[in-house]
Every structure is written in structure tokens, then in C-alpha cells.
DNA sequence: GTCAAACTACGAGGGACTTCGTACAATGGG
DNA sequence: CCCATTGTACGAAGTCCCTCGTAGTTTGAC
């Protein structure tokens, strides 16, 4: 069909936009971390201590719904994103959110700890 | 006679239903402190340290959206609420919150005064 | 008894969110 | 070049959420 021209994406491997820093909303973050399925991608990403592609995080949804979640994270300046051939890597902001908020990101991934540990079946 | 008073045109103690420690949920808490409003009434309550009445919270909403948000934090679990005469006092669950997940309230709360200092007009 | 104060219930409007299906683009290997 | 893999865009359906106005209830004071 008609081949879309891109406007100078021929040397841009497709960057994604992150929002800087100080443009992090506490309400925002503790939005993203309300979902169930986003806590459950923080708390993967935080076990994994490493970047890890969306496709290597498995949820209960499909694939639209994941890309979804991962852009609903990354907005809320949670996650960073990073294309890596064919694969999307995505690592926690760590620094950042404890530059922030020092203490919320841990508080949040040990309470979620203590509360799957309280449910052992469900979710 | 009725066992179970409920919270719709009931006797003369008017209860009101509150869900037990281990039935509180991190989602839900988070999603409760993830409003702007409930999250500024959470930062009164934790200023106040003290029971404090509907009315003595000033939010810039009508009456019947100020009982939704404490409504929410109530069923969220994380404040207590009490008649006392027309009126009807507040105050965090702390010590149930601290318990359940140790840390988080005094990071939401720090991360909620730093943002504020951040920010000085209210947005 | 009457009245004001404080809060609630109900419903409605408008927006945001979660999920999905389908079709499409970018990358790297055979 | 062809194609499998990976993720995106778009729209749609259904649900939930925030806000409000109006009418009503409970309580305590006069």
C-alpha cells in the first residue's frame, strides 16, 4: 500500500517520551500502582533488577492490553522504556522515584510482598 | 428485630461499616491516596493527629462529593469514622495501616509534603 | 415543638479507565 | 527477499469514577 513517510525517523530508533523528573506526580505513580496488573509488572521488574522485555512479563490479558499498562507506567514516570530490536525493554526509575519519594517504592513492592504472602492463591 | 444494623434509615446507633484489618487491600489503598482531594484530606488527618469532623476539612467540593471521598477512604480502610452527635469524626488508621504495610503511610505522606513544598500555589 | 447544623441518599452528567479484537509497522534471521 | 517475532494504533464496549444538585434524615439546642 502507500508507504507512510516518517518525519526524521530514519537515524531515530524509535524513542519513546518519558516524563522528566521533577514532572513525576505523587498522585499519578500511586495511580499506576493501584492496578493490579501494573503492581504486578513493578513487582516483576523490581524482583528482576534488570531491564526485561514486555513480552517476558506475563499477565492475564493480551498483548494490547499489556502495552497498555506498560504506557500507563512509563507515563506516570514508574518505568523507562527502551526499544532493543524487535524487543521493548522496561526498567524501574528507580533513582529517580527515590530522589522523589524516598521510601515509596520500597514501602510499596514490601506491603505488596506482605499481602501476596498473606494470599497464597488469589492474585 | 434486626441483627445486622445497616447504614440505611437504621435505629438509633447509627454504625458504620468498616472493613477489618486483614480485609484491607494495597490496591485499594492506593487508589484511595491516589485522588487529589482524599490524598489532601489524608494530610490533614495526619496533621490534626486527632479525630477530626467532615466539616472541619475544607475542600474546594460540595458536601455530598466531600462524604464520597471519605466514604472511599473509609471502605479503603484507611481512616475511621465515628458519630458524634451531627457530627461525624475522622481519623487514620495507623496503627492498622503501620501494621499491615510498615512504612508506607509516612512515605506517602513525606512524598506528599515534599511535592507540595515543590509546588507552592496549589497548581 | 421547632429549628438549624451536619451529613446522607439518590440520580444524573461527563469523563476516564480496562479490556478486547483487528489491522499494521519495525526488526532481525534464514 | 520472505517471514516470524514483537509491539503499536485504533476503535469499541462496558464499567467505574468524580462532581454536582436536590431532597431527606439524624442530632442537639432553644
Redesign the interface.
Known amino acids: 500500500m502507500t508507504p507512510v513517510p516518517r518525519a526524521s525517523a530514519a537515524t531515530s530508533p524509535r524513542e519513546l517520551a518519558h516524563p522528566a523528573r521533577?514532572e513525576i506526580?505523587?498522585?499519578?505513580v500511586?495511580?499506576a500502582?493501584?492496578?493490579?496488573m501494573r503492581?504486578r509488572v513493578v513487582r516483576e521488574l523490581a524482583a528482576a533488577d534488570a531491564e526485561v522485555a514486555c513480552s517476558h512479563v506475563e499477565l492475564p490479558v493480551t498483548k494490547s492490553t499489556c502495552t497498555h499498562h506498560f504506557r500507563v507506567l512509563r507515563e506516570a514516570g514508574v518505568i523507562r522504556q527502551t526499544y532493543r530490536g524487535t524487543a521493548k525493554m522496561n526498567g524501574l526509575r528507580r533513582d529517580d522515584l527515590d530522589a522523589?519519594?524516598?521510601?515509596?517504592l520500597?514501602?510499596?513492592l514490601?506491603?505488596?510482598g506482605?499481602?501476596a504472602a498473606?494470599r497464597p492463591t488469589g492474585s
Do not use: K, N, W
Not at 500502582?33 to 493490579?36: I, T
Open positions: 521533577d506526580r505523587l498522585e499519578g500511586l495511580h500502582l493501584s492496578d493490579p503492581l522523589l519519594f524516598p521510601g515509596l520500597d514501602a510499596v514490601a506491603a505488596a506482605a499481602q498473606r
